[in-house]
């Protein structure tokens, strides 16, 4: 598979940057977006790098929110930025959640695809930073909930997962599509 091959070279720091410069937002039927990632165990130049150019991705498409799988690669690193400030976050979780929201939410993984996400409307986030200190924040409202979107990224999750059975009817076709494009490209 395509993401093991970029995987392997990448933890074993011997890719060189110039191979990863032109990252591309692998889209839903691509195995990659259902593995679970890795956590990071020694944090490097090269991580810096990445999340670097995840952000660039991520403006450029203007996301608020993007994962390292959603560029390919399996590991626990995210970008995340509502307006507010880009956090670049390692291996972040969730260590406690509170109250309730429901917000529309898009997924440059997805594209046209929307689903009702029934979320916490405040977590606790546990995360390193780029240069590996150990960092713990609290985030409400939408910032809650792209944290929540990303993180679920990580775990191979999907925004379509929390689709209802009439929402799961309504996007089968574009999914189809979708589906059917990466075949294509594959090829
Ligand atoms: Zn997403």
Request: charged share 30%; net charge positive; hydrophobic share 40%.
């Amino acid at each position: 598979m395509l993401e093991t091959k970029l995987i392997q070279p990448f933890l074993e720091s011997e890719i060189k940057m110039e191979e990863r410069a032109g990252l591309k937002i692998k889209v839903y039927g691509d195995s990659v977006l259902r593995k679970i990632a890795k956590p990071v165990k020694r944090i490097s130049d090269e991580h810096r790098q990445l999340l670097s150019q995840m952000a660039e991705v991520m403006y450029d498409d203007s996301g608020i929110g993007l994962a390292a799988p959603q560029v390919g690669l399996s590991i626990q690193l995210i970008v995340v930025d509502i307006g507010e400030g880009l956090y670049k976050l390692i291996n972040p979780k969730i260590v406690k959640r509170q109250g309730r929201q429901s917000i529309s939410e898009g997924c440059l993984s997805v594209p046209g695809v929307c689903v009702k996400v029934k979320r916490a409307k405040q977590v606790w986030v546990q995360a390193q930073d780029e240069n590996g200190r150990f960092i713990e924040f609290e985030a409400k409202n939408l910032f809650a909930c792209v944290l929540q979107h990303e993180i679920d990224h990580l775990k191979g999750k999907l925004i379509i997962d929390y689709a209802t059975f009439l929402e799961k009817l309504r996007i089968k076709r574009k999914l189809a599509a979708l589906k059917t494009k990466i075949k294509v490209a594959k090829l």
